[in-house]
């Protein structure tokens, strides 16, 4: 059970975290750089975090949870991007869903080639 938990809390404590950074009454900060860079990596986390939980752990990537990792990635993008169209201070933005997917996306080729580096690092090794 604790290993559930250490796996899906990263999940579920992003999940929290952009919902509460998406309300109306949440701190807005200064644009220092473009949203879509910030959506990008903060999707791109989510994406790791996503990926680690329905692989069980870092490993070689396999397609059913990578499938997996990468909806929950994009439809939970898409929901808070639909979500803050009913938000009078937010708006809805395609563009920032996109980078959300793209994030995600990253992630995942981040973690697939890692594991092939890592693996022909530990068979050159022996």
């Known amino acids: 059970m604790a290993r559930l938990v250490g796996l899906w809390a ?69 929901f808070d991007e639909w979500r803050q169209t009913f938000i009078e201070t937010r708006y809805g933005s395609f563009a920032d869903w996109v980078a959300d997917v793209a994030g995600g996306i990253a992630a995942y080729l981040g973690i697939f080639f890692y594991s092939l580096w890592h693996r022909g690092r530990n068979e050159h090794e022996r």
């Open 10 to 78: 990263p999940v579920v404590g992003f999940m929290v975290a952009v919902l509460f950074l998406s309300d109306p009454v949440s701190l807005q900060t200064p644009q220092l750089v473009s949203d879509k860079i910030l959506h990008f990596l903060a999707f791109g986390l989510f994406g790791v975090a996503n990926m680690r939980a329905f692989h069980g752990g870092f490993r070689r990537p396999a397609p059913a949870p990578t499938l997996a990792a990468l909806l929950l990635t994009a439809g939970f993008g898409a």
